[in-house]
């Protein structure tokens, strides 16, 4: 809608210099840019405009007579400045919308509310009209702030050094920082990310994925006939993910990192024996490892390793979701039970800022070092960390591979007869050889179940045997690694 009227004040008025000062990029989204577009194309209503405001603000006008938003909304207009690099207090926020900002799209700073921040909120009271709807009057009312900010504070992600990886229709990544000094604007704005206030004054860096639940639904429309997404995620976790099976989970193309708007969705690495419980599963370990990679490029821009709070309902009811983030986020602590932690946390920061007693909302915990039902990076793969085993398998070789106790992921069944070894895929009875000859036998293909270590003495006097080959998970950032470069990588054009 405004995509024009974006470029032309990116120009105008410097896109880094507007992303120093405000945190935000100039984009179509952005109401700085909607205000110009406005402007253009009703130029009568825009000279009629009296008050330019948010959903909240105006529930709160409504209720109170007085106009006034946080500065969690205003710091996602583009038009409102934040602290300078020096300054770290609550209070250095300011009580208004920037003027020079503004005067690009000739918005008189009147039109906008005031601006409730950290070190002065501002909490109206409802009119005594609201009675008969059985509101009494008096009744002190707070515009709570962004739905991520007030989701991260509800769950207890206060502190530099704390995430939360909101999750719903779009999924967002939300890190505080200790002060916005050191990060680096430059880079954060060239993966597409923000630096925002919290609503205790502090900085976060932010950065969105619009299609997560969206993705599941997407995926639902192309590939699962009648499935729903209770089935889907039933279906993904009755499998082991294959770490060769990619899904690039971009039906909108990717905000974030590397932003690209022609990325697309794209399954890498299928081959005829992957069957649709699989390719499912891929759909939520790539969801997953979008969502560890924007974890990680946060870390890295605010020299943190934080701790992860998971919230939104997908994360807490999904159990393929949640195993697939549990096996890709190493700092992911806490997952929030409620289904609605935005409206649960915006009463509990009405309750702190009118000096009630306030908390945080209830949530399950894990262990830092719990290894947790299919936290394992990714079964089922024959190759081992030594690189791919021969077909057939040299058995002075298996003797000499140190196979370390201490891991838990299975890849490859050898066949022990008097012929031989034979390397064989844990998801198939038969060598890799006669795989794709036979696809009957992929229809129901053997899972990998519990942990059994090979020793490698006990490859000798075995008859018609089957046992499974332990092998070293490969490292997370190995993974991560690897769907990065997939998803960073041009697509492939076909031949003509």
Known sequence: MANRQAGELAAELSAERVFAATGTRLTAKAPLAVWRWLAESDPERWRALRHWAGVADLAALALTGEFYTDHTLAGRTAAYRLPGSGEGAASAFPAGF???????????ADRLPQ?????????????????PLGIPAGVPVLVAGHDHAVGAW??????????????GTAEAIYTVVAARTGIDLVELRAQGMSLVGTLDGDFALLAGHSAAGAMVSWWLEHHAGELDVAGLGALAASVQPDPELIVLPYPFGRNAPAPDPNAQVRLLGRQPWHSAAEEAAAVFNGLALHAAWMLEVQSELGGVQPEVTLLGGPGSTNPAWLDAK????????????????????????????????SSVLPRREWAAAEPASGRHEALCRARTPYGDIADPFDSTLAKDVS?????????????????????????????????NADSDQLENPTRCSGPAVLQPDALQGHGEHETLLHKRSPEKQGMLAAFIQAATSPEPKEDS
Do not use: N
């Open 115 to 131: 601006v409730s921040h950290p070190g002065q909120r501002i909490l109206g009271k409802t009119l005594p009209k609201w009675g």
């Open 403 to 435: 196979i370390p106790e201490h891991e838990s992921d299975f890849g490859a069944l050898l066949s022990i007869s008097h012929d031989g070894l034979q390397l064989r895929d844990a998801r198939s009875s038969k060598p890799r050889s006669q795989r």
């Open 98 to 108: 920037d003027a020079e900002l503004l005067a690009a799209v000739e918005l008189p």
């Open 154 to 167: 509800a769950a207890g992600v206060r502190k530099a050094g704390q995430s939360a990886d909101s999750l």
């Open 326 to 357: 549990l096996r890709h986020m190493p700092g992911l602590r806490y997952a929030v039970e409620s289904t609605e932690p935005v409206a649960c946390g915006a009463a509990l920061f009405a309750l702190a800022a009118t000096g009630q007693a």
